[in-house]
Nanobody, 131 residues
Framework: QVQVVQSGGGSVQPGGSLRLSCAAS????????VTWFRKAPGKEREGVSCLSSSDGRTYYTDSVKGRFTISRDKATSTVYLQMNSLKPEDTAIYYC????????????????????????WGQGTQVTVSA
């Protein structure tokens, strides 16, 4: 069983920045995928950003491109989501999700946000952007 532990989040004014952290033992492996999802009240869960370990590719939903950055620190087995220029519409509970990848098959631009990739989920952390 893989435990996914999130930290970070909180409240910030529009235009501000926050960083979310996600630690999991699977991040010591060679093949995994990790994605930040978010769930806002009254909206469906949305994939925000993804990192595929095998090739280092990253993916972002259109609304966060240029503002959010996903990255990893291999030394500490931690994945980060740096969120800049935050907007009120970014307010949501953010979840870190991860799963093992088959080396012969990986995520793509059209599939990275599909739930079937992710077996392990963090506890969620609230991000609130308001004046």
């Amino acid at each position: 069983q893989v435990q996914v532990v999130q930290s970070g989040g909180g409240s910030v004014q529009p235009g501000g920045s926050l960083r979310l952290s996600c630690a999991a033992s699977i991040f010591t492996k060679e093949f995994y995928v990790v994605t930040w999802f978010r769930k806002a009240p009254g909206k469906e869960r949305e994939g925000v950003s993804c990192l595929s370990s095998s090739d280092g590719r990253t993916y972002y939903t259109d609304s966060v491109k240029g503002r959010f950055t996903i990255s990893r620190d291999k030394a500490t087995s931690t994945v980060y989501l740096q969120m800049n220029s935050l907007k009120p519409e970014d307010t949501a509970i953010y979840y870190c999700a991860t799963g093992a990848l088959n080396p012969s098959a990986g995520v793509s631009e059209s599939t990275w946000s599909q739930r079937y990739w992710y077996d392990y989920w963090g506890q969620g952390t609230q991000v609130t952007v308001s004046a």
